[in-house]
């Protein structure tokens, strides 16, 4: 684990493989050690990948103070200045996809190439759930088992979840007991007002070359939103993948790491 200094705290973050950089940025709740191990051995055969760890989960610092996708974004912003002598690709998922968006709006130097995996605009462009599922997410009351049960159901379709449970819901459950109830809140306080706000993306457009990708089956942020991302850039691709949940990178980590891959090296 690599560490550089931001406003006093320490952002973390992994590196693994070799060739053009790569920067992943994960969603809510979720540290750069939660990645599906097969998405991200896909992408590092033609990638070196920088997982970078949002202020406050895994090991990075956390100085207690609220803060917004936009801080996230200069976080994200400030490790790809300390490790690339220019730009970089930049993949988000989820709330990682609002912040991914928001460098490549306000630094978009930085950002050569953009991959949006299951993630929306923000604003009233795009279309949500009930509040409520995102509750439940950075909801910690429950047995940590308990939690991996609720979180795999909402991650992936009713069959998926019921074997990624039996094979692994004791890991998830353990990454869910060091999860702290202070940081999910402003995390969940963060892509609230990245909701309500105006839409950068929809406002400015995306000026990068942008990859769009979700599954069909997504239940914490609709499908929909793909399409409606791919209309923000001149230069997009969509992909979508049949019954593929909102963490479909673990349903298909081959076939979508060789296409955000071949995406990649155009």
Known sequence: MNHI??????????????????????????????????????????????????????????????????????DVGAVIASQTPGSAAVLGWSMGGYVAQQLA??????????????????????????????????????????????????????????????????????????????????QLKAIRAWRAGVSAVFAGGLACPVFVAAGTEDAVIPPVNARLLVGCSQTAWLAEFPGGGHAFMAQFPGQLGDAINQFLAL
Do not use: C, K
């Open 5 to 74: 200094e931001v406003d006093g705290r320490s952002v973390a973050f992994t590196e693994t493989g070799a060739g053009p950089d790569l920067v992943l940025v994960n969603g809510f709740a979720a540290t750069a050690n939660d990645w599906d191990p097969g998405f991200v051995a896909r992408l590092a055969e033609s990638n070196r990948l920088i997982l970078v760890e949002h202020r406050g989960m895994g090991v990075s610092g956390d100085d207690g103070r609220p803060f917004s996708i936009a801080d996230l974004a200069a």
């Open 105 to 186: 709006v306000s630094n978009p130097s930085q950002v050569g190439r953009l991959v949006l995996l299951s993630t929306d605009s923000g604003g009233p462009e795009s279309i949500y759930v009930d509040d409520a599922v995102l509750a439940g997410i950075a909801n910690l009351d429950l047995p940590p088992i308990e939690q991996a049960q609720n979180l795999l159901n909402l991650l992936f379709p009713p069959a998926v979840a019921e074997v990624i449970f039996s094979q692994f819901g004791q890991l998830v459950a353990d990454a869910r007991g060091e999860l702290r109830e202070d940081v999910l809140a402003r």
